[in-house]
C-alpha cells in the first residue's frame, strides 16, 4: 500500500486561520489516506490562537514571527527563513496556502523553492490593480504564479485564472471555505457573554456592524466614514452602531476622534469569531472594507456597504448583496440611510442570492487531493451557486 498523501497547510493570520480550519478538519478525517500537518507563521499571533482554539486546532510548527511595529518586509524574510526549516524536515506531498496574506506568497515561494507542489485555496480573485488591495492584490497573483492546483471559489476566480493561461485541468470550482467555517459556527441559541454586546436589543435596535482595516483608507479616508456614520446615528434613534476597532494605532487615533463617546456607537476591541460571526447574524447590516465579510454577511442575509473603490469579489455586486460606496463621507450616508429607510431595497439586497458556497468546500478540495493522487476513483463535482 503506497504512503499516506503528506498535506501541509500553512497560514498566519487570523482570517486564513478561519478560512483553512475547515480543510484542516476534513484533511484530519481520512487517516491512512492523509496525513495532514499544520504550520502556522502566527504572522497575527492573539487574534489566529483564538480561531485555533476554537476548531480544537493543534499546530505542528509555530513560527511565531510577529513583532511589534513588524513590516511586510518583516513579514515575508522571517516566514520565509521559518518555513525553510520546516519544509526541509516535513517534505511534503504539497503545501496548501490560502487567500491573499504575505504568509500565503512567502509559503507558496518557500514551498517553490523546496520543489514543492502548491494548492491555492481561494485562488483567482482579482481586481485588476496591483495596489488595490494593498499588498494582497500582488500576494494573489504572485501565489498564483507559484501553484499548481488552484482552488477557485466561484466560476468568476476560474475565468480569472484561465484569462491567464492557467491549465484548465488544475484548477477546480470548490465554493469558498469561509461558508463552511460561517455555517459550523452560527447559533441561534448563542449568547453573547459581555456587554455592550449581551445588553443590546436585536429586536428592537437595528446594528450597523462597522469594521474598517485596509492600508489604502488610512488617514482622511476613514475620518469620512466615521463622520458618515456620526450624521447616522444623529438622525436614527433606533441605530446601534457596533465597531470592533481594528488594532492598528492609525485606525484607532481616528475612530476615537470621530465616534469616541458617541452615544449608541460602542468601540470594542477585535472579537474572537464565534461571537463575531454571531454579530454579523444580529445585525442589521454591514459596513466594511473587509473582503472576507462581503462573503460571510451575504450568507446570512446581510446587505453589505463594501467602504472601496474596488473589490476582487465581484460576484457580490452582480448579485447585488454588496454594493462598492467608497469612503466620500455623502456617498456612505446616503447609502447607509437609504438602507434604514427604503425597505424594498433592503429586502432586494438582504434576499440576493450568495454565491459564495454551500457549506462544502472543504470536503471538495480535499476530495479533490484524493483524486488528483490517485486515492479515490472519481473527481468530485465542483461547485456551482445558484
Known sequence: MAAPLKIMTVFGTRPEAIKMAPVVLELSRHPGLITPVVAVTAQHREMLDQVLQLFGIVPGHDLDIMAQGQTLFDITCRSLQGLNTVLAAERPDIVLVHGDTTTTFAGSLAAFYHRIAVGHVEAGL???????????????????????????????????????????????????????ALLATVDDRYEFAVPPLADIDYRSRRVILVTTHRRENLGEPLRHVYQALRDIVGEFADVEVVFPVHRNPRVREVVNAELGGLARVHLIDPLDY?????????SHLVLTDSGGIQEEAPSLGKPVLVLRDTTERPEALAAGTVKLVGTDRRRVYDETRRLLVDQAEYRRMASACNPYGDGRAARRIVDFLLWKHGLAAAKPEPYTSG
Do not use: C, W, Y
Open 126 to 180: 482579482r481586481t485588476g490593480n496591483k495596489f488595490s488591495p494593498f499588498p494582497e492584490e500582488m500576494n494573489r497573483k504572485l501565489t498564483g504564479s507559484l501553484t499548481d492546483l488552484h482552488f477557485a471559489p466561484t466560476a468568476t476566480a476560474r475565468d480569472n485564472l484561465l484569462a491567464e493561461a492557467v491549465d484548465p485541468a488544475a484548477v477546480f470550482v470548490t465554493g469558498n471555505t469561509v461558508i463552511d
Open 274 to 282: 464565534q461571537p463575531f460571526a454571531n454579530l454579523i447574524a444580529r
